[in-house]
């Protein structure tokens, strides 16, 4: 069974600091992983998907990196706004299925 | 709209009434979930769907029934709601790469 970690829980910083978000999961043989984004009582929205055969993906401010052997994720997000704050998730594909970690709440201090 | 749709988006029912969350998708994929999000357990899959008539369960599927008789609708039917059940729940359908969630349904049992 896949086990998909976030590590911090939470996390609050200044506007302007760069953001740095943990996933590891337990199981490498993972067909992607995406990161989400989701806000107070709202769905999921996608942020960045990586491929198993990829070893980044950047979409603006945001970068995320993956080392499927060792089971690791990391999301970056750049000088970072108050419109960041909220909940990331990741999640790893396998056999179809998403499993998703608990999640990263951040806050973003103005 | 294309997109995936989820009603209704609150809910509230009685322990032991029988109800049913709708799910529709406009993007034809093959696959679709439902999932439950909990605090302190992250998003968990409830039962998923491969195709029309193909559908199996995921890792919390006790006292929930679900049925696919078309491509694009995916309903979650509780048969006998308990307060346990009180949560937010997600339906989603998947491409071959990525996965889209629709807007999420928060139900109460009282």
């Known amino acids: 069974k896949q086990e998909v970690t976030q590590i911090p829980a939470a996390l609050s910083v200044p506007e302007g600091e760069n953001l740095v978000l943990n996933c590891s999961f337990t199981?490498?043989?993972?067909?992607?992983l995406q990161w989400f984004r989701q806000d107070p009582g709202k769905g999921l929205t996608s942020l960045l998907l990586?491929?198993?055969?990829?070893r980044e993906q950047t979409s603006g401010r945001l970068n995320a990196s993956l080392d499927k052997s060792s089971g690791r994720s990391t999301l970056y997000i750049a000088a970072s706004q108050p419109g960041d704050s909220a909940t990331y998730l990741c999640?790893?594909?396998?056999?179809?299925?998403?499993?998703f970690g608990a999640g990263t709440t951040v806050t973003v201090r103005a | 709209d294309a997109g995936i749709t989820q009603s209704p988006r609150y809910k509230i029912t009685e322990t032991g009434r029988q109800v049913t969350l709708m799910c529709h998708q406009t993007?034809?994929?093959?696959?679709m979930f439902w999932y439950r999000q909990d605090l302190g357990h992250g998003l968990r899959l409830i039962y998923y769907?491969?195709?029309?008539?193909?559908?199996d369960k995921g890792e919390v599927p006790d006292g929930y029934v679900v049925s696919r008789s078309k491509t694009e609708n995916f309903p979650l039917t509780l048969e006998s709601a308990t307060r346990s059940q009180t949560s937010v729940y997600f339906c989603?359908?998947?491409?071959?790469?990525?996965?889209?969630f629709g807007q999420g349904t928060r139900l109460t049992v009282v």
């Open positions: 989603a359908s998947s491409s071959a790469v990525e996965a889209f």
């Open positions: 199981d490498s043989a993972i067909y992607n």
């Open positions: 990586i491929q198993s055969s990829q």
């Open positions: 999640a790893v594909k396998n056999d179809y299925k998403l499993s």
């Open positions: 993007w034809s994929h093959s696959y």
């Open positions: 769907s491969a195709a029309a008539d193909i559908t």
